[in-house]
């Protein structure tokens, strides 16, 4: 397609005009022979003057035409006169002159079509007929009428063929113009969607990546290389805002600079700061070099000043989450508008999912500590009210009922104890920000070996599908079944080894644990659970079935123990 369309966005009328004028002037030179031959043989001086006079005008609009600038005004006095002149060497030279004569008309074929040839034939025919008339060649209008019908229809239909050809060649130069005009337009817009679609792919692949990083220097790391590597800048630094103590702090960049940024102190979100933190506060983007410092710390800011820096504050639902610098060393005038809007979209997808984590991590805390707390006041507390009371009773009970006295403190020693493991019980439980299946096992180990430990326990983990993949509520159910299930074979299955099978489908997922020990009577230690919050069997049955679950307890005396969970998997739920 482009080799066909190129040539004729080099079509010019122009030139083409201007090759048909030049022909046009040797056609003129050669209508001259037979006016030579004429000479030859009868030789006059009539004859000799217009041979002259058609000689020194075709001389001198020869050398005028190479002068022609062909405005309005030039072209209808040129043609004017030639026309005249023609019609003159005609009317008083015969028909030896009617080629010669003819030139004019086809130069106004040429510049001016049909329209032009119309105008010009009609003068022309008038001007040779006036000629005639006032001649003494005034009979041939009369005499030879069928010779001068034939000469007035030569003035008329070969110009007319001519200018006809002509206006059809101007239709096709314009429609090739505007052919090459529409290629042109198309290529460019081509372009742009070109470069609009890998901007638009690029962005769509940096939101799919942010959706999947699981912490925020992932973030960081995927913004930079993002930056450097597939929009070619050649440096990109990010800094991250501590909601907390409105500082700014967590600088990194691409490439690396750690020796640089470790020694780089938390900056304080204060228009003092630098232009940095006044644009954060401002929420504006800005160009910057060397107009005034960028931050406070005087060793990083002589690192900035190498070279212009693009300032991009990181906003997400109106509050600051950060600030991305691209390094731009065309400055301003080297970045187009397509590269600004592609940046803009950058750092507007970095604020969006640094500002989903920051929520989610906010949020993971407060539901770890609420959890906390409620554990707390539903045990400890519960505890530690038990042992304040049984000192009370004891300082009322001495000196008369020592005895007594002594076996309150005994039984408040080994409550003491009971406390202090459910205090470590608590530091050991506490639910990972983001568990991954090899989290899952060392946490599990971890937690089960505070409950047996005179002896080892071990789990054989065994996982079909991927853990990684489910939601952390269900994550996190599988997680507090496993803990309470794991315990009690640990403490009171009497053996050192339990097996854990999951196995993950995409719409559900499965969790088996089992033990060969001696096992128990379901139905007996259902009637008789307390309903615990870090929890019992009644409460593991109850978180499942919240969930939409079911949990089988499947245990005989002297024959082991087997938990069966099953657990719908919805992939929109992302909490825990």
């Excluded at 032009?116 to 034939?121: E, N, T």
């Excluded at 060392?442 to 853990?467: Q, S």
Aim: proline share 3%; glycine share 6%; charged share 20%.
């Amino acid at each position: 397609m482009r080799t066909k369309l190129l040539p004729l966005a080099k079509f010019s009328l122009a030139e083409s005009q201007h090759h048909l004028l030049r022909w046009l002037w040797i056609y003129r030179w050669a209508s001259l022979l037979p006016l030579l031959w004429l000479f030859q043989t009868t030789a006059g001086s009539s004859t000799l003057l217009l041979l002259l006079l058609a000689v020194g005008s075709t001389l001198l609009l020869t050398i005028l035409s190479r002068s022609f600038n062909y405005n309005l005004v030039e072209v209808v006095c040129f043609l004017g006169a030639d026309l005249l002149g023609g019609a003159a060497l005609l009317a008083f030279g015969g028909d030896a002159y009617y080629w010669y004569a003819l030139s004019p008309l086809l130069l106004a074929a040429l510049l001016f079509q049909t329209r032009g040839v119309v105008l010009a034939s009609a003068t022309f025919s008038m001007l040779y007929l006036s000629t005639l008339l006032f001649s003494n060649k005034a009979h041939l209008i009369t005499d030879e009428l069928h010779s001068l019908i034939t000469q007035l229809a030569g003035f008329w239909l070969l110009p007319l063929l001519f200018g006809y050809v002509m206006a059809r060649l101007k239709q096709e130069s314009q429609a090739r113009q505007d052919l090459a005009v529409t290629y042109a337009d198309l290529s460019r817009r081509n372009a742009e969607l070109t470069t609009n679609y890998h901007h638009l792919e690029i962005i769509h692949d940096w939101t799919l990546a942010l959706q999947g990083a699981a912490d925020i220097e992932s973030v960081q790391q995927r913004i930079l290389r993002a930056i450097t590597e597939e929009l070619g800048f050649s440096q990109a630094i990010i800094g991250l805002v501590n909601p907390s103590t409105q500082s700014l702090g967590e600088w990194r960049a691409q490439p690396p600079q750690e020796a640089l940024l470790a020694a780089v102190a938390s900056l304080p979100l204060t228009p003092e700061n630098g232009l940095i933190a006044r644009k954060l506060l401002d929420r504006q983007a800005r160009w910057w070099f060397n107009e005034e410092p960028l931050v406070a710390d005087e060793v990083f800011n002589d690192w900035l000043n190498q070279v212009p820096w693009l300032i991009l504050p990181l906003l997400s639902q109106e509050q600051s989450t950060g600030v991305l610098l691209v390094a731009v060393e065309g400055g301003p005038g080297s970045l187009s508008e397509d590269q600004l809007v592609v940046l803009t979209a950058v750092a507007s997808q970095a604020a969006t999912a640094l500002g989903t984590i920051n929520r989610a991590q906010r949020l993971a805390a407060e539901q770890e500590r609420n959890r906390i707390a409620r554990d707390i006041h539903d045990t400890l507390a519960q505890s530690l009210f038990g042992m304040v009371f049984t000192l009370d009773a004891c300082i009322k009970m001495l000196p008369r009922h020592a005895e007594a006295v002594q076996q309150e403190l005994v039984e408040l020693r080994q409550l003491t104890d009971q406390v202090r493991q459910e205090i470590r019980r608590y530091i050991l439980d506490t639910w990972p920000s983001e568990l991954t299946w090899e989290g899952f096992k060392a946490d599990l180990d971890k937690y089960v070996t505070h409950f047996a430990p005179a002896h080892a326990f071990c789990i054989d983990f065994t996982i079909n599908g991927n853990f990684d993949r489910l939601p952390s509520v269900i994550r996190r159910s599988l997680y507090r079944v496993s803990q309470e299930a794991l315990a009690n074979a640990a403490r009171h299955a009497t053996v050192d080894s339990a097996r854990l099978t999951l196995h993950v489908e995409p719409n559900e997922v499965f969790l088996s644990i089992s033990d060969r020990g001696k096992g128990f009577d379901p139905k007996v230690a259902l009637a008789r659970e307390v309903s615990r919050e870090h929890f019992g069997l009644r409460g593991m049955r109850e978180r499942v079935q919240g969930l939409g679950g079911t949990c089988d307890i499947l245990s005989q005396v002297d024959q082991g123990t087997q938990i069966l969970v099953r657990l719908p998997v919805k992939r929109g739920s992302k909490r825990g």
